[in-house]
Nanobody
Framework: QVQLVESGGGLVQPGESLRLSCVGS????????MSWFRQAPGKERELVAR???????YYKESVKGRFTISRDNAKNTVYLQMNSMNTEDTAVYYC???????????WGQGTQVTVSS
């Protein structure tokens, strides 16, 4: 059974940091492209960051320099380190896995991140 389980969400103040984790199971984690998406209330889900099996990385423009995506294949885990957070980062954050053929795709259940003073 395939699972993606996110953790690390919560409530922080502007300028603070959070680290999200996503643990995968039931599939060959190391060969999958892993991504973090987010969805704010009333908005479409958007790609925040992506890391390929080769380690190539993409960031949404508004998070460049503040967020860092990384993966530990030995732990089947992808991380999203979020620094200098602002209220526009408030959203439900989802972990997403896709294989090289873009046929097999998996979503996590999401974790709420709220940035508020």
């Amino acid at each position: 059974q395939v699972q993606l389980v996110e953790s690390g969400g919560g409530l922080v103040q502007p300028g603070e940091s959070l680290r999200l984790s996503c643990v995968g199971s039931g599939f060959t984690f190391s060969i999958y492209r892993m991504s973090w998406f987010r969805q704010a209330p009333g908005k479409e889900r958007e790609l925040v960051a992506r890391i390929t099996s080769a380690g190539d990385i993409y960031y949404k423009e508004s998070v460049k320099g503040r967020f860092t995506i990384s993966r530990d294949n030995a732990k089947n885990t992808v991380y999203l380190q979020m620094n200098s957070m602002n209220t526009e980062d408030t959203a439900v954050y989802y972990c997403y896995a896709v294989d090289s053929t873009f046929v097999r795709t998996y979503w996590g259940q999401g974790t709420q991140v709220t940035v508020s003073s």
